[in-house]
């Protein structure tokens, strides 16, 4: 079946002016061609420029680097020439992160995308968005970042498609052992729950992981780490109460605004036809 064919089918729909279901899928097809973070390769369009990197992560953490200061730095120089006060965090030399690495090139800390201000040492700044939104202001010398560099156009994609945009901080609220494997649940802000759905995608800290529960009366989710999985990343280690950074996954947020629109033309479309079935009864 055809695009039109689904919508016209769509549109001869005449029970009451509920959303189908086919609508709302057409309507997700023609979203995913307009965002590339529908897809989970690259179009042909990027191909023919190289495998370059893309600002987009895959929650795959590379390694992890040593935290050697995070500073309040005066003389930070701005665009017009002058200078300008803000926090910078400083990474021990790492020994992947850098392989490729230049200035102004993206790296995933923690989950958080930043920017490289400087190779030698390797160094990024903090703004004040930044800070707000995540835990890295909170980071001391020795700390444990989970480090990720952007994705290779084209390349394999084993987690989901991470942006590096922080929603909002979590917490540690259990952590338990099965066997070999440790599941820990996670508290989050209510406004962030609807987006947490079993099964699907969330970035803990960077690191691409799987629903396992979730709890909306409590706002919480369960996640499980694999054996391997525990060595490789700074979650394991953290301890209950301890603060996470958090990015759910971008499709439901698509979605929701997709969806925003849609009802409420739905929602006006509904009143008119009261309004009518008012007049024929008059």
């Not at 191909?47 to 992560?57: D, H, I, N, P, Y």
């Not at 820990?184 to 729950?193: E, G, K, M, Q, W």
Request: charged share 20%; net charge neutral; hydrophobic share 40%.
């Amino acid at each position: 079946m055809t695009r039109r064919a689904m919508l016209r089918l769509a549109a001869s729909h005449h029970k009451p002016l509920v959303p189908p279901l086919i609508l709302i899928i057409v309507l997700l097809l023609d979203l995913s061609q307009r965002c590339h973070c529908f897809v989970p390769f690259p179009s042909k369009r990027h191909r023919l420029f190289g495998a370059g990197r893309l600002g987009m992560f895959t929650g795959i953490v590379e390694e992890m680097g040593t935290v050697s200061s995070v500073v309040t730095n005066e003389n930070i120089e701005t665009w017009d020439g002058g200078l300008c006060k803000g926090v910078e965090l400083q990474v021990a030399k790492p020994d992947i992160a850098l392989d490729g690495a230049y200035l102004g090139c993206s790296i995933s800390v923690s989950g958080v995308c930043l920017t490289a201000t400087s190779l030698e040492p390797l160094t990024f700044g903090l703004a004040p968005e930044t800070l707000e939104k995540s835990n890295l202001g909170d980071l001391r010398a020795g700390d444990k970042v989970n480090l990720e560099r952007a994705s290779l156009i084209g390349g394999r994609n084993s987690g989901h498609m991470v942006q590096g945009h922080v929603d909002c901080v979590g917490e540690i609220s259990s952590k338990s052992n099965l066997d070999d494997s440790l599941f820990l649940t996670i508290s989050l802000p209510s406004a962030f729950v609807r987006y947490v759905v079993p099964k699907g995608f969330i970035a803990i800290d960077g690191t691409s992981l799987t629903v396992c529960e979730v709890d909306q009366s409590k706002c919480t989710f369960t996640v499980m780490l694999v054996s391997y999985t525990q060595k490789k990343i700074i979650l394991t280690n953290k301890p209950v109460g301890a603060t996470v950074n958090l990015e759910v996954d971008v499709m439901g947020k698509y979605a929701e605004s997709a969806m925003a629109g849609l009802t409420q033309r739905v929602d006006e479309l509904q009143k008119e036809v009261d309004d009518l079935k008012e007049r024929l009864r008059g």
